[in-house]
Each structure stands twice: as structure tokens, then as C-alpha cells.
């Protein structure tokens, strides 16, 4: 393997995705996010001249609404989702800036 | 000898776009629905909900684009900007980074010192989030989802300010862009404009940036100027004391005047953002782009002109009512109906600026309907009614839409012009005022101005003042 993942790039990682990782998990996480640099080290090595940018797997464009509107209040199936509710709002810590 | 600093200001300026539905699915735009009564699967960021492009912000973006002199982006894409915040349902807000759908314009701007070009680096679409409201008795924060995925655009301006006026400038001339283009209403205390300010200060005639900063709530102009002012303050002190600038984002607290730091250095922002994989790229062919162009509504430049050629008002006049859509559109529609572009503007320019003014209006909260000032002028016009009666109608209007004529009607404001019911009124008020009636005799032109007001008084204001001095005159002599 190529690309070592230091102990600090797995810790910050891991907090910007808020995951707690274990020792041994994040082990592993290091392991595999070494494995995929690696690939894409060697992608980047290619000769990819002549080659078109591919911006999506799909050889598809313009998938457009109209600018009309279609739904209607579904307040209570929303909210139905919501681990907590309060007023006809999702109930969240308090969260302050 | 002390330092001379420069004032180097970027802008990002958030507009949410007049589209009657959400950028990414199917829910109503508008404002003031109790909470989460306009949301969805997709703008609750439930799994398995696939966003949709909504057509029309596609069109807003590129008309925006094409009034501030950008390259219209043919091929672009939407990317995921990655965070977690509870009024960001998916933990992720789509943007466009990589390729955002316009690039490279300006826009020019009036400053004391004569015409100036400020470059707009970029426009991109993107989703705005929702609501968080504070519960004081549980302690905890409520999320109202009715503004999640409502359209944005953010036009991002390269950092070619330098001090409050010339961002003032900007705005206010981007604002009327956009205004004009029927795209957004721009309106800052309400929030459909943002504007985040990027500001650092450096030795005047050097060419290198200083660290700058970022600052967020400014719901004014009044609250910009003074923030760039206590920002530019703040830095210049820390330069001076040998230390430096931090770059952060700043919220400025406009009661307290001062500015502070938003979020702390272990909260790093690393947005990782990737292609949007739920979305398919956005390719706008010549023939689309030609559409919006033709589409593009009359700009203020270009109606100053016009007005000048085909309705003959002074410049001056032109100035001002092409200076909000609004008033624009009320003095074409007036002008349709009566056809006369003069009257209209003296209106518009002395008795609406007047109210406005008085009751703390901005032009786009007029409300009075065009066939009723063009009844106005009609009525005036015939001699119905005179010319102070007629503001005091104005003021039915202005304030009330009221239609003048059944008002003049219901009220009994019509002048009187039957001579024989005037000469009345007349002979009594010179009766019962003898002393006047001898100064004029005696000379003293004075003492008819005061019969004139006293008949007026007497006839409430509805006779001809023109004919009451007429008749007096003939009534004394
Ligand atoms: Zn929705």
C-alpha cells in the first residue's frame, strides 16, 4: 500500500463524519481508505488523452419538473418520521449559533 | 508615521428566487404556512427521495447571468456540500462548485469618482435550508423544513470594493437587476437578498490580499456600512498592534454594533464536496440560451432611454421612477391609460414620494392600481375636482386603493361651478367680513386672497379658486 493513513487523518475524519470509530475500526477504515487512494493513484496514472470527462455515469441530461406545484400539506405523514415533534415541528436539541 | 490601509470587500449575495416551487421537488415557495406545511419526502432529506430540477430556476439563473454580463456555463452540474446542522435535513446542501452555470461578468456602478466595474467571479444554483426556532420552555430547538429547498442563487463578486459606498452601489444596482428581470424581490429584511461580506484591509498600494474575513447577518443596507466599518476598524487595530488577522466567519450583532467569531477552530470546514449523483448534468443548448436571451425583460438602461424619447419627461423624473420596478411599472400602466406621461410623473414624483416617505414605504409596497390614479388625473383634468381636493383623494388612494369616483361621489367633493350657488356664499362672506372688503378697496391686494381662502373655507374646499376669484373681484369692484 502506497498511501498510509496517519492516526491524525483518521481522527478528523471520523469527526467530520461524526463516527466513533473502535481501535480496531479504525484500523481497518485505514486500511481501506489506503486501498482506495491507491486506485486512485492508479487512474490518475492513465493516458486518459482524447478521452471525454464523464460528469455522470449515466449518458443522460436535463431531467427538469415544471414549475408547478404538487403537493399538498402532508404535515402529519412528515412528521411521522420524526424520532421527536413538537408544534408541527421536528424537535431537535437546542441548537444555538 | 502611522500606516495607510486599504479596504479590499468581496461579496456573496444570496437572492431566493420568485419560482412558485421548491428548486427539487414539488412544493409551494410561499411565505408565512405554519411549519413543515410545505414539505416533502425530498426536502425532509428521507432516504429513498430523489430530487427533481425544477426548469424555471434553471432560466432564473441564466437571465441573471445575462444581465451581469456572464458567461452562460452550457454544460454545468450540481455537487454536495457536506455538514451537519439540524436545518439541513440530508447533512448535505446541493450546490455547484466544479461547474456552476455562470462565470466571468460584471456589473457597473456610479461612485463619486465616476463609473466603476465590479466583476462577479460567479454565479451558482443551490438549495436554501430550513428554520431553526428557539423553544425557550423545553429548552431544545424546533425545525420548520418550509424553507428547505427553496432556489437560491449566490453571486459571488470578485473582491473589487473598497469601502461601504461602492458595496452599497452593487447591491442596490444588483438588486434593481434582478428586480427588473422578475427573478426575486430582493428583499433584505425579509431575506429573499442576503449578503455576506469578505473583507481585509492591507498597506494602501500594495497588491497582496490580506487574511480576510467573513461576515453573515447583515439585514440592511445601514447594518452593512456599519460592519464594514467595524470590521475594517478591528483589523486595522490588530495590524497595528502586531498581530493578526484570523480568517473566520464573523456574525455582526447590529444593536450592539460589534462583530464575533462564529464558530471555533476545532469545527473545521472541510465540506468534501463531491458530484451530486442524484442529479443529471444541465446541458443548455444555443437554442435555449437564445430563448432566455429574447425573453429578457426591458433593463433600467435601457428604459431611461426610451422614456426619454417616447414620453418626453425630464430626466430627473426618469431617474427616479425607473429606480424600483415598481414604481416603473405603475407609471407605464397609468401613462397606457391616460396618456398623459407628464401628470403621471408629478404624482408619482411629488405626492407618492411624499406618502411613501411619511409612512416609511419602499416602492415595491405600493399597492394602489394604476386605473385609479389614471381616474384621478381624469377627474382633475375635467374640473370635477380641484387640485387640493384631488390629494386629498390621492391619499384615499395611496393608502386604500379607494376608486375616485364613486369616493368624490359618496363624499360630495365635487367642485361647484354653478354661479349662482357660489355668488351666494360669496355675498355672505363679504357681509361678514367688512374690514377685508374695505383694505381691498383701499388698495391692499392682500385682503382678496383672504376672501378667496375664507370662501373656500365656506364651500369646503369644492369651488374652483379660479372662479371664486373671478366672481369676488366682480362682486367688489
Ligand atoms: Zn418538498
Given at each position: 500500500?502506497?498511501?498510509?493513513?496517519?492516526?491524525?487523518?483518521?481522527?478528523?475524519?471520523?469527526?467530520?463524519?461524526?463516527?466513533?470509530?473502535?481501535?480496531?475500526?479504525?484500523?481497518?477504515?485505514?486500511?481501506?481508505?489506503?486501498?482506495?487512494?491507491?486506485?486512485?493513484?492508479?487512474?490518475?496514472?492513465?493516458?486518459?488523452?482524447?478521452?471525454?470527462?464523464?460528469?455522470?455515469?449515466?449518458?443522460?441530461?436535463?431531467?427538469?419538473?415544471?414549475d408547478?406545484?404538487?403537493?399538498?400539506?402532508?404535515?402529519?405523514?412528515?412528521?411521522?418520521?420524526?424520532?421527536?415533534?413538537?408544534?408541527?415541528?421536528?424537535?431537535?436539541?437546542?441548537?444555538?449559533? | 508615521?502611522?500606516?495607510?490601509?486599504?479596504?479590499?470587500?468581496?461579496l456573496?449575495?444570496?437572492?431566493?428566487?420568485?419560482?412558485?416551487?421548491?428548486?427539487?421537488?414539488?412544493?409551494?415557495?410561499?411565505?408565512?404556512?405554519?411549519?413543515?406545511?410545505?414539505?416533502?419526502?425530498?426536502?425532509?432529506?428521507?432516504?429513498?427521495?430523489?430530487?427533481?430540477?425544477?426548469?424555471?430556476?434553471?432560466?432564473?439563473?441564466?437571465?441573471?447571468?445575462?444581465?451581469?454580463?456572464?458567461?452562460i456555463?452550457?454544460?454545468?452540474?450540481?455537487?454536495?456540500?457536506?455538514?451537519?446542522?439540524?436545518?439541513?435535513?440530508?447533512?448535505?446542501?446541493?450546490?455547484?462548485?466544479?461547474?456552476?452555470?455562470?462565470?466571468?461578468?460584471?456589473?457597473?456602478?456610479?461612485?463619486?469618482?465616476?463609473?466603476?466595474?465590479?466583476?462577479?467571479?460567479?454565479?451558482?444554483?443551490e438549495?436554501?435550508?430550513?428554520?431553526?426556532?428557539?423553544?425557550?420552555?423545553?429548552?431544545?430547538?424546533?425545525?420548520?423544513?418550509?424553507?428547505?429547498?427553496v432556489?437560491?442563487?449566490?453571486?459571488?463578486?470578485?473582491?473589487?470594493?473598497?469601502?461601504?459606498?461602492?458595496?452599497?452601489?452593487?447591491?442596490?444596482?444588483?438588486?434593481?437587476?434582478?428586480?427588473?428581470?422578475?427573478?426575486?424581490?430582493?428583499?433584505?429584511?425579509?431575506?429573499?437578498?442576503?449578503?455576506?461580506?469578505?473583507?481585509?484591509?492591507?498597506?494602501?498600494?500594495?497588491?497582496?490580499?490580506?487574511?480576510?474575513?467573513?461576515?453573515?447577518?447583515?439585514?440592511?443596507?445601514?447594518?452593512?456600512?456599519?460592519?464594514?466599518?467595524?470590521?475594517?476598524?478591528?483589523?486595522?487595530?490588530?495590524?497595528?498592534?502586531?498581530?493578526?488577522?484570523?480568517?473566520?466567519t464573523?456574525?455582526?450583532?447590529?444593536?450592539?454594533e460589534?462583530?464575533?467569531?462564529?464558530?471555533?477552530?476545532?469545527?473545521?470546514?472541510?465540506?468534501?464536496?463531491?458530484?451530486?449523483?442524484?442529479?443529471?448534468?444541465?446541458?443548455?443548448?444555443?437554442?435555449?440560451?437564445?430563448?432566455?436571451?429574447?425573453?429578457?425583460?426591458?433593463?433600467?438602461?435601457?428604459?431611461?432611454?426610451?422614456?426619454?424619447?417616447?414620453?418626453?419627461?425630464?430626466?430627473?423624473?426618469?431617474?427616479?421612477?425607473?429606480?424600483?420596478?415598481?414604481?416603473?411599472?405603475?407609471?407605464?400602466?397609468?401613462?397606457?391609460?391616460?396618456?398623459?406621461?407628464?401628470?403621471?410623473?408629478?404624482?408619482?414624483?411629488?405626492?407618492?414620494m411624499?406618502?411613501?416617505?411619511?409612512?416609511?414605504?419602499?416602492?415595491?409596497?405600493?399597492?394602489?392600481?394604476?386605473?385609479?390614479?389614471?381616474?384621478?388625473?381624469?377627474?382633475?383634468?375635467?374640473?370635477?375636482?380641484?387640485?387640493?381636493?384631488?390629494k386629498?383623494v390621492?391619499?384615499?388612494?395611496?393608502?386604500?386603493?379607494?376608486?375616485?369616483?364613486?369616493?368624490?361621489e359618496?363624499?360630495?367633493?365635487?367642485?361647484?361651478?354653478?354661479?349662482?350657488?357660489?355668488?351666494?356664499?360669496?355675498?355672505?362672506?363679504i357681509?361678514?367680513?367688512?374690514?377685508?372688503?374695505?383694505?381691498?378697496?383701499?388698495?391692499?391686494?392682500?385682503?382678496?386672497?383672504?376672501?378667496?381662502?375664507?370662501?373656500?373655507?365656506?364651500?369646503?374646499?369644492?369651488?374652483?379658486?379660479?372662479?371664486?376669484?373671478?366672481?369676488?373681484?366682480?362682486?367688489?369692484?
Amino acid at each position: 500500500m502506497a498511501n498510509i493513513i496517519s492516526d491524525e487523518m483518521i481522527e478528523y475524519v471520523g469527526i467530520l463524519a461524526k463516527l466513533e470509530l473502535s481501535d480496531e475500526e479504525k484500523e481497518q477504515a485505514k486500511q481501506d481508505m489506503g486501498n482506495m487512494l491507491d486506485y486512485i493513484d492508479m487512474l490518475n496514472g492513465l493516458d486518459t488523452e482524447g478521452v471525454e470527462p464523464m460528469s455522470h455515469v449515466f449518458p443522460v441530461h436535463n431531467v427538469f419538473r415544471e414549475d408547478v406545484v404538487e403537493n399538498a400539506d402532508e404535515r402529519d405523514k412528515i412528521l411521522a418520521n420524526a424520532p421527536a415533534a413538537k408544534e408541527g415541528a421536528f424537535k431537535v436539541p437546542k441548537t444555538v449559533e | 508615521m502611522s500606516i495607510q490601509y486599504e479596504t479590499v470587500i468581496g461579496l456573496e449575495v444570496h437572492v431566493e428566487l420568485a419560482t412558485k416551487t421548491k428548486i427539487f421537488c414539488g412544493c409551494s415557495t410561499a411565505f408565512g404556512g405554519a411549519p413543515n406545511t410545505h414539505t416533502c419526502p425530498v426536502c425532509t432529506g428521507m432516504p429513498g427521495s430523489l430530487p427533481v430540477l425544477n426548469r424555471q430556476v434553471v432560466e432564473y439563473a441564466a437571465a441573471v447571468g445575462l444581465a451581469t454580463n456572464c458567461t452562460i456555463n452550457q454544460h454545468c452540474k450540481f455537487d454536495r456540500k457536506n455538514y451537519f446542522y439540524p436545518d439541513n435535513p440530508q447533512n448535505y446542501q446541493i450546490s455547484q462548485l466544479y461547474e456552476p452555470i455562470c462565470r466571468n461578468g460584471y456589473i457597473e456602478i456610479d461612485t463619486a469618482s465616476g463609473t466603476k466595474k465590479i466583476g462577479i467571479h460567479e454565479i451558482h444554483m443551490e438549495e436554501d435550508a430550513g428554520k431553526l426556532i428557539h423553544d425557550e420552555w423545553e429548552d431544545c430547538s424546533l425545525v420548520d423544513f418550509n424553507r428547505s429547498g427553496v432556489p437560491l442563487i449566490e453571486i459571488v463578486s470578485e473582491p473589487d470594493m473598497r469601502n461601504a459606498e461602492e458595496v452599497i452601489a452593487y447591491l442596490d444596482k444588483l438588486r434593481l437587476i434582478i428586480q427588473y428581470l422578475g427573478a426575486s424581490d430582493c428583499k433584505l429584511q425579509e431575506g429573499s437578498m442576503r449578503a455576506d461580506v469578505n473583507l481585509s484591509v492591507r498597506p494602501a498600494g500594495s497588491d497582496v490580499l490580506g487574511t480576510r474575513t467573513e461576515m453573515k447577518n447583515l439585514n440592511s443596507f445601514k447594518a452593512i456600512a456599519r460592519a464594514i466599518e467595524g470590521e475594517r476598524e478591528r483589523q486595522i487595530e490588530l495590524l497595528s498592534m502586531g498581530r493578526t488577522v484570523t480568517q473566520e466567519t464573523r456574525r455582526w450583532d447590529d444593536n450592539k454594533e460589534a462583530s464575533y467569531a462564529m464558530r471555533s477552530k476545532e469545527d473545521a470546514q472541510d465540506y468534501r464536496y463531491f458530484p451530486e449523483p442524484d442529479l443529471v448534468p444541465v446541458v443548455i443548448s444555443d437554442e435555449w440560451l437564445a430563448s432566455i436571451k429574447a425573453r429578457q425583460p426591458e433593463l433600467r438602461t435601457q428604459k431611461l432611454i426610451r422614456y426619454k424619447k417616447e414620453f418626453d419627461i425630464p430626466d430627473y423624473d426618469a431617474n427616479i421612477i425607473t429606480s424600483a420596478k415598481r414604481m416603473a411599472d405603475i407609471f407605464e400602466a397609468t401613462t397606457a391609460i391616460c396618456g398623459k406621461p407628464k401628470k403621471v410623473s408629478n404624482w408619482l414624483m411629488v405626492e407618492t414620494m411624499r406618502l411613501m416617505k411619511e409612512h416609511e414605504m419602499e416602492a415595491d409596497e405600493l399597492t394602489f392600481s394604476p386605473e385609479n390614479l389614471a381616474k384621478l388625473i381624469q377627474l382633475t383634468d375635467e374640473g370635477t375636482i380641484n387640485s387640493s381636493v384631488a390629494k386629498e383623494v390621492f391619499t384615499k388612494i395611496f393608502l386604500e386603493n379607494t376608486d375616485p369616483e364613486q369616493y368624490v361621489e359618496e363624499q360630495g367633493l365635487k367642485t361647484v361651478s354653478d354661479e349662482g350657488a357660489l355668488k351666494e356664499v360669496i355675498r355672505k362672506v363679504i357681509t361678514d367680513h367688512p374690514q377685508s372688503v374695505a383694505d381691498y378697496r383701499s388698495g391692499k391686494e392682500k385682503a382678496l386672497g383672504f376672501l378667496v381662502g375664507q370662501t373656500m373655507k365656506a364651500m369646503k374646499g369644492k369651488a374652483d379658486p379660479q372662479a371664486v376669484n373671478q366672481i369676488l373681484k366682480g362682486e367688489l369692484a
